[in-house]
């Protein structure tokens, strides 16, 4: 549908009793809906948010052609928890496939031609060992002990929430530094709460985390330059936050 001059893409969900709108890493405008969601009440609806959705989608596109290209080559580098580390290439068939040694992040040679989905699948490794204990202490902080998580691709978004309690984190966001993980991991919890961007949602976030405005234009700066596969990267857009 169109609205104010942006077009809204609309997603019905079965079930859904709230809207939720986000900008997508590519600029597109989403928004998820009830199955029997009036339109004309949904028009009026998005009109209230227009102006946030200009200046979002007006930076999408301004940071389209910043991401870094990156080559599977020695020296290349790569982010985990904030910090680059540089590829090493090595032929020893019994490593793994990809493995963080000494400060050096170890591609086996054999995997060069596979070298994406090989760091991918290390990154969610790495994402499924290391965020269940930092998500508990947050999770508990903002009253939803019981949040499960789950690593996996989510397009152009750090994060997404469902209904039943599920948090999921896109593995990419394992190259943030630690605080920004954090600030993902808040932002979903508090959507379990307040499914869309509301001053509750907002007030939710900052009891937890009071600095969450600087950490929020942090990652901002960040979402340009992750690294992603390169038919994920090939636009150049940044991610985002739902």
Not at 133 to 160: E, H, I, Q, T
Not at 205 to 234: H, V
């Amino acid at each position: 549908m169109e609205v104010g001059g942006l077009t809204v893409h609309l997603t019905p969900v079965a079930g859904r009793t709230g809207v939720r709108v986000t900008v997508e890493r590519d600029a597109r405008v989403v928004a998820r809906v009830p199955a029997d969601a009036d339109r004309e009440a949904l028009g009026a609806l998005i009109r209230t948010r227009l102006a946030w959705l200009y200046t979002k989608v007006n930076t999408r596109r301004a940071e389209a052609a910043e991401r870094p290209r990156r080559r599977f080559i020695d020296g290349e580098g790569f982010c985990y928890l904030g910090r680059s580390h540089r590829l090493k290439l090595i032929d020893d068939p019994e490593s793994a496939p990809v493995a963080l040694k000494n400060g050096r992040l170890h591609l086996r040679s054999d995997h060069r031609n596979i070298a994406a989905s090989a760091l991918v699948s290390w990154y969610v490794a790495r994402g499924r060992a290391w965020l269940p204990d930092r998500v508990r202490p947050w999770a508990r902080r903002m009253d939803v002990p019981d949040a499960y998580l789950n690593v996996r691709p989510l397009g152009y978004r750090w994060g997404s929430c469902s209904h039943h309690d599920t948090v999921n984190i896109h593995w990419a966001t394992m190259q943030l530094p630690a605080r920004l993980i954090d600030y993902v991991l808040v932002h979903e919890l508090a959507h379990l709460h307040h499914p869309h961007h509301t001053p509750e949602f907002w007030r939710t976030i900052g009891r937890a985390m009071t600095d969450y405005e600087r950490l929020r234009t942090e990652l901002d700066e960040w979402g340009a330059s992750i690294w992603l596969p390169q038919d994920d990267a090939a636009d150049g857009r940044p991610m985002t936050s739902g």
